[in-house]
């Protein structure tokens, strides 16, 4: 069971995603935070983005995990919770190094493929495109960039980051505008996806409303 769900930052997939998946059974693959983890090891590493021999070969040996847990999305890496140090905004800024990138992306698509073998909820940017173009269910997810931004915004207080709505809002926009634009794997919905707008729902009414269509097989 293959579950495809994406949308721009703050559109509430990942909770959406994790909720869901919690409900279905199903693992949960939130792809963001593997690009992020990714950045995060290269960081902590030391290794230059100009050096991309040492990057892929870092990110190749990165053992990583996602969950849903009870106060949210948990990012495991190397052994240890690295959860605050991926969303913090040293990642947030570098991470398009690795998420604009073919190469680095072709190494995680392999690792995301491998993952859901079994079924998975995927969230990301491009789960229902690239990743899982074949997925029986996709769903994308969007909402205002008000709403999206004061969404991010309560999200990094509750981690302990403390950055204002105003630079949490222009930073979310000049990421959505590299998603769209960018050559490789852009934000997009899927031909066949449905598009619900998140704006005025609460995270349980979007999950029922795609865990419905699922157990429904629509």
Do not use: N
Request: no cysteine.
């Amino acid at each position: 069971m293959l579950i495809a769900i994406d949308g721009p930052a703050g559109s509430g997939k990942t909770t959406v995603a994790g909720r869901l998946a919690g409900r279905l059974g199903l693992p949960l693959l939130a792809s963001g935070a593997i690009y992020r983890v990714a950045t995060w090891a290269v960081l902590r590493a030391g290794i230059p983005w100009e050096d991309r021999e040492a990057v892929a070969a870092r990110i190749r040996t990165l053992g990583f995990r996602t969950e849903w847990v009870a106060d949210g999305l948990r990012v495991e890496a190397d052994g240890r919770d690295v959860t605050a140090e991926v969303f913090g905004p040293e990642v947030t800024r570098e991470v398009h190094w690795i998420a604009d990138d073919a190469e680095y992306r072709a190494i995680l698509l392999e690792w995301q493929r491998a993952y859901a073998r079994d079924g998975v909820v995927a969230e990301g940017r491009d789960m229902g495109t690239v990743v899982f173009p074949g997925a029986r269910w996709k769903f994308f997810l969007d909402a205002s960039e008000d709403e999206r931004a004061a969404r991010r915004w309560r999200e990094l207080r509750a981690r302990g980051i403390d950055i204002p709505l105003e630079t949490v809002k222009r930073e979310m926009i000049e990421r959505d505008r590299r998603d769209q634009e960018r050559a490789v794997s852009p934000l997009r919905p899927a031909a066949d996806a449905v598009t619900i707008d998140t704006t005025e729902r609460t995270i349980d009414e979007v999950v029922g409303l795609i865990e419905e269509a699922v157990r429904r097989g629509e």
